[in-house]
């Protein structure tokens, strides 16, 4: 017989044929002559319909125990689905005990619940669409760069610079019995990248449109719905830039793409989020996807916070950092579509950022984007290409030896260039309108938690 995906069994193409399917039990009705079994492999949302004569009831056959089904592919009588599997055969693979198993075939379990079950999740319909969306995502945004003249850069995971200066480094040793005295294994402190950009910023030189997605790591303090210990970033840098547009045209066309690859390849998996997980949210994703995002600059944002009823529980004032607060409302000022803020307060920005050369509100060519339930989903900038400003700002902050190399970069060959980072989690949030950021991922890293 031929073995098949429960995919494959169910678009109908081999109707007649003697067939093998292999899954997890999803759901089992024992009636008097009939036994009816749903039987899922992850392939797609949908489960295969089993039909067997009663005499092959098996007490083992239980929800979430793993079988074999061989027999004939049918077209069903019934309206719920095209194809149904006659069992012949059915062969328990792997034992499930129910009464043990967190999961029960008739509860609709919160994401939060079944959150407790890292290794046991992906059983679950809510979490294995999440899978499925963000390998499509993973595979959207890849064709995107692919088809616009990027070159995918494996950068480092290993790395001995903080490229955004803001401390939240894990270190990395070695560790066991060998290495017992060698403390210093690198003869620099190295660390878990927090984001690829620099090394980035080296293969720009030389490849003008180049792009990396990693995982990235920050020791994060805080216990939030959008932060991680360890996060999937998608990261570009591109040369010969004339403006901050050429970044934003860059990730306003990634996101509309992968959004777009997503509703298309993914629909019955992204409609169980959009209807069951945060109805509504499908009409936020269409609005989104209508018109182009805004833009507007720091200083817009802080009249448009200043002069709102709302009360924040951080105050704004120009050179104020924007908290999560105060980009929900920007979002919702803005109709509630992603919307580009630029120009930030030069003091704000780390050493690597453009400037401005304005004042007396001092400046540098930054720019985040913004969206629906999230907040922050890119940050990015043009990069100070000119070796005086470069070079006076690393030394004011006594890291001029550290980035020699960096400044190299402007010695041999400096063009304007610039790059962004896209948080690949929120992005899978803002899209399905997922609360917390731990259900987006398959083995979530945070404060206090790595089971396993
Ligand atoms: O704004 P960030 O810190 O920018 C950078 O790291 C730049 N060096 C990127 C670049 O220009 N190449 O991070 C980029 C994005 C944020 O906008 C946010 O979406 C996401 O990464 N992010 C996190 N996502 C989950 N958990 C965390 N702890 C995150 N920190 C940042
Ligand atoms: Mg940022």
Known sequence: EKRL??????????LGTNVKVQGWVRSVRP?????????????????????AGSELNDPSLTF?????????????PRQTQPVELEAEQIHVVGKCNPLDFPFKIKDRHSLEYIRQFPHLRCRTNAFSSLLRIRSEATAAIHSYFKENGFLQIHTPI?????????????QVEPSGPEHEEDENYFSVPAFLTVSGQLHLEVMSGAFSRVYTFGPTFRAENSQSRRHLAEFYMVEAEVSFTQSLEDLTKVMEGMFRSA??????????DVDLFHKHVTPGHRGTVEAMMKRRFPVITYSE????????????VFPTTWGCDL??????????????????????????????ARDNLDGPKHTAA????????????????????????????????GLEETYSWYLDLRRFGSVPHGGFGLGFDRFLQCVLGVDNIKDVIPFPRFSHSCPL
């Open 5 to 14: 995906r429960v995919s494959e069994a169910l678009s109908g193409t081999d």
């Open 31 to 51: 009636q008097k002559t009939n036994l009816f079994l749903h039987v899922n492999d992850g392939s797609s949302l949908q489960s295969l319909q089993v039909v």
């Open 64 to 76: 979430g125990s793993a079988v074999e089904v061989t027999g004939i592919l049918k077209k069903s």
């Open 158 to 170: 290993i790395t001995s610079n903080d490229c955004e200066g803001a401390g939240e480094l894990f």
């Open 259 to 268: 959004t777009e690859h997503v509703l298309a390849r993914c629909a019955e």
């Open 301 to 312: 944002a802080i009249d448009i916070l200043n002069s709102s009823s709302e009360t924040f």
């Open 323 to 352: 908290q999560t607060e105060h980009e929900k409302y920007l979002v919702k000022h803005c109709g509630n579509t992603p919307v580009f803020v630029t120009d930030y307060p030069y003091d704000l920005k780390p050493f690597y």
């Open 366 to 397: 930054a720019v985040d984007l913004l969206v629906p339930g999230v907040g922050e989903l890119c940050g990015g900038s043009l990069r100070e290409e000119r070796l005086d400003l470069l070079s006076a700002r690393l030394e004011a902050v």
